[in-house]
């Protein structure tokens, strides 16, 4: 299954860029992150799909995030949130690969892939810390991102409701003890840590106003 945040967490970001010639608010630790995640993944897509669409999703989604860190780094470099952007990524990085390390499913058969294939999954539930940072220090968050993050969550809800109905429809019993619990896990983490984002988001839509945050400052 290939994953539509895959597109939803480039595109949103893109969107931002192209249209209002700047970076200012977005997280480029976040958006390295996510070419980490696609390029492990995309081993496996590769090597293991059968289905020549599911590599090019992820091949797609992972030049465009690369293009959209050249950005960042080049011609909108003096946009950029650089004071803001301060989450020391080795928090996530380190504690996903030794959980990918001493658990990971049985995906392909073949060790190496299948732990590329958990670090990714692992890493992609917990690619937005940074950029929650980055919202939280600023106090405020413009509605091209809200919106993107928002669909980013949705996207996550959507992949938990296919595995669940994998489990109970489509008689994947397997999943029981295999890839579906993983990947579900990982949803939940991610919709818990935008639980809070979420609330705001619905408050400012609800009101017609500006999104805004508490001024406490999340702990790095």
């Not at 976040?30 to 590599?55: A, N, S």
């Not at 590329?116 to 937005?128: G, I, M, N, P, V």
Request: charged content about 15%; aromatic content about 16%.
């Amino acid at each position: 299954m290939t994953r539509p945040s895959a597109i939803d967490a480039v595109a949103g970001v893109l969107a931002k860029i192209l249209r209002e010639k700047s970076v200012k608010g977005l997280s480029r630790k976040t958006q390295e992150l996510y070419v980490v995640v696609f390029l492990t993944r995309f081993c496996f897509k590769v090597f293991f799909e059968g289905d020549i669409l599911y590599p090019l999703v992820e091949g797609v989604a992972t030049a465009a995030t690369v293009y959209v860190v050249y950005l960042m780094r080049g011609e909108y470099q003096y946009t950029y949130s650089k004071t803001e952007d301060t989450f020391r990524v080795e928090f996530i990085v380190i504690p996903c690969v030794l959980l990918s390390l001493v658990f990971h499913p049985s995906v392909t058969g073949y060790t190496v892939t299948d732990i590329l294939w958990t670090f990714s999954t692992y890493l992609e539930s917990l690619t937005l810390l940074p950029q929650l940072f980055v919202i939280q220090r600023l106090k405020e968050c413009d509605q091209i991102t809200a919106h993107y993050m928002v669909c980013l969550g949705l996207s996550r809800a959507l992949e938990c409701f296919f595995w669940l109905t994998a489990f109970v429809i489509l008689g994947y019993s397997f999943l029981y003890t295999s890839i579906g619990w993983y990947v579900i896990s990982s949803e939940l983490v991610h919709t818990l840590l935008l639980a809070d984002f979420y609330y705001y988001y619905y408050t400012a839509w609800k009101t017609g106003s500006k999104m805004t945050l508490p001024g406490t400052k999340m702990p790095v």
